[in-house]
């Protein structure tokens, strides 16, 4: 059994507390960790003046893989335009990563259909995933900022993409979807973006390399309208980084909750065993109107790390037990409040973890 070298980053609001279970669960599999830990997002701010301090990003770089809780602060909610922000922690590790793939995968466990806002019968069997690329689009285009006085003021966003950009995301959604159900959809605004069209022309070239894979073209809002009525018809949703931020909270509502949807951060640089280096973290934010009350839904932090043991260490059967156990769980009756449906037991944060590491 290798050495499991991961950066523990919880970050802010309820992280630290869905960090440290997803933790207890990885050492139940009596794995050989070694755990290094850093402050990052506001708390960093508050302690170094940056989001993302020095020591943080080494050990980030050093790992074989990074486990993410989640930033964000109400202070600099109500400060939009503050030149330091938590969100700057993730957004430098994917950028200094070169982590260019983020995986959403969005599964429907029977037990939970009825927490879904959505009629059992359209959720039960999705399994698709929503891979957005992840260090270029609006969030990194220049220029970008807010000019000028009131009443004049205005704001520019720049949406960038170069076609190396594009083609690297849509090798990676072929070559998943060659693994799954053969099926990639393609999300984009072509009719109004020109980056969109960059996209869609990258995209059916690159489909005469796969003929065993169905592909098709959507339009982002088409997409979103699809995922609610039809959601088990897609496999391998592939898309830009604003989109893909989008029509991946909306996903999570087929499974539930956010508190149930883990991700993974994957570029091409390999760890030290030989796979991708990787940051996995739930897709919630910092939830801090419920951070310290040991109420928050630890399963997609922990759902993370097994999506972790997969894709950096290609501990396939070690994975397998905690999606397992998370299932059993569920089946068994227990729910954190967001995803409590009457009659089911409602547990905290350290108690569903306890139950998931009773049933490994």
Known sequence: MPTLRIAVLPGDGIGPEVC???????????????????D???RAIHAHGTALPEPALRMAQEADAVLFGAVGTPEFDKNPSAS?????????????????????????????????????????????????ELTAGAYFGKPQGQFGEPPERYAVDTTHYTEAEVR?????????????????????????????????????????????????????DACAMHLLRNPRSFDIIATENLFGDILSDEASMLAGSMGMLPSASLGDALNRHGYRRG??????????????QGVANPLAMILSAAMMLRWSFGL??????????????????????????????????????????ARL
């Open 40 to 42: 990052v997002g506001g």
């Open 316 to 357: 396939h059967a070690h994975a397998e037990r905690i999606e397992r156990a998370v299932e059993r769980a569920l089946n068994d009756g227990y729910r954190c409040r967001d995803i409590a449906t009457p009659g089911a037991r409602v547990v905290g944060t350290r108690e569903m973890a306890e139950a998931v590491i």
């Open 84 to 132: 330091v922000r938590p969100e700057q922690a993730i957004l430098g590790l994917r950028k200094a990563l070169d982590l260019f793939a983020n995986l959403r995968p969005v599964r429907t466990f029977e037990a939970l259909l009825d927490a879904s806002p959505l009629k059992p019968d359209i959720v039960r069997g999705v399994d698709l995933i929503i891979l957005r």
């Open 168 to 220: 690297r995301l849509l090798i990676m959604a072929f070559e998943l979807a060659r693994a799954r159900k053969k099926k990639v959809t393609q999300a984009d605004k072509a009719n109004v973006m020109a980056t969109g069209r960059l996209w869609r022309a990258v995209a059916h070239e690159l489909r005469e390399e796969y003929p065993d894979v169905s592909y098709e073209d959507m339009y982002a």
């Open 20 to 38: 440290a279970e997803a933790v207890r669960v990885l050492q139940a599999l009596n794995l050989d960790l070694e755990l290094y830990t850093a």
């Open 279 to 292: 940051l996995y973290e739930p897709i919630h934010g910092a939830a801090h109107d419920i951070a310290g």
